[in-house]
T-cell receptor, first 110, second 124 residues
Framework: AQRVTQPEKLLSVFKGAPVELKCNYS??????LFWYVQYSRQRLQLLLR??SRESIKGFTADLNKGETSFHLKKPFAQEEDSAMYYC????????????FGKGTHLIIQP | GAVVSQHPSRVICKSGTSVKIECRSL??????MFWYRQFPKKSLMLMAT?????????EQGVEKDKFLINHASLTLSTLTVTSAHPEDSSFYIC????????????????????FGSGTRLTVV
């Protein structure tokens, strides 16, 4: 069965510290992988996706097929990074919608 | 960029009544739209996929007679919660598949998802 795991429900780090939000997936084939972010009182928005290999707001994510992981990282956290982060693999090519992880609430302390 | 407008943002209704939620693509045509449900402090759960001009595909465990989805045009999909009960109270979010730019060799990845701002439904 397709499954995505975000083991940390809550992650609190100090401003300027490195951040890593974990995501592991269990999917057949090679899914495309997304990270979505939801800031307080705002809609879900795309943070980054594997195929584009872009770094957005200082975040990067490396796909490790051996470990089936797509952890999200940022070397120096900023207060405005506080938000809910969702990992979402997609094996349907845009036809089947996304399966979201349970999300990690990231809190950046000043 | 692509914008999805969802209305209403909040609605309170009485048990037994029906509520309609609209999801519109403002500056693009959305052949495929998705409806999600989010329980408090939980993740989003895909309820159904709607394709313009055809019947929606529901995920396992989602009652199609309770959650009626209509996608009659390329810019509008609606979700109607029929005979609402308090346990239907939730946050409902729509999303549309969008086409994105990209190299021809990655054509299969030239898509994305844009989300509406959600509807908070409270059934009393």
């Amino acid at each position: 069965a397709q499954r995505v795991t975000q083991p940390e429900k809550l992650l609190s780090v100090f401003k300027g510290a490195p951040v890593e939000l974990k995501c592991n997936y269990s999917y057949s084939g090679s899914p495309e992988l997304f990270w979505y972010v939801q800031y307080s009182r705002q809609r879900l928005q795309l943070l980054l996706r594997h195929i584009s290999r872009e770094s957005i707001k200082g975040f990067t994510a490396d796909l490790n097929k051996g470990e089936t992981s797509f952890h999200l990282k940022k070397p120096f956290a900023q207060e405005e990074d506080s938000a809910m982060y969702y990992c979402a693999p997609d094996s349907g090519g845009g036809a089947d919608g996304l399966t979201f992880g349970k999300g990690t609430h990231l809190i950046i302390q000043p | 960029g692509a914008v999805v407008s969802q209305h209403p943002s909040r609605v309170i209704c009485k048990s037994g009544t029906s509520v309609k939620i609209e999801c519109r693509s403002l500056d693009f045509q959305a052949t495929t739209m998705f409806w999600y449900r989010q329980f408090p402090k939980k993740s989003l759960m895909l309820m159904a996929t709607s394709n313009e001009g055809s019947k929606a595909t529901y995920e396992q465990g989602v009652e199609k007679d309770k959650f009626l989805i209509n996608h009659a045009s390329l810019t509008l999909s609606t979700l109607t919660v029929t005979s609402a009960h308090p346990e239907d109270s939730s946050f409902y979010i729509c999303s549309a598949r969008t086409e994105t730019e990209g190299p021809p060799q990655a054509r299969i990845f030239n898509y994305g998802y844009t989300f509406g701002s959600g509807t908070r439904l409270t059934v009393v």
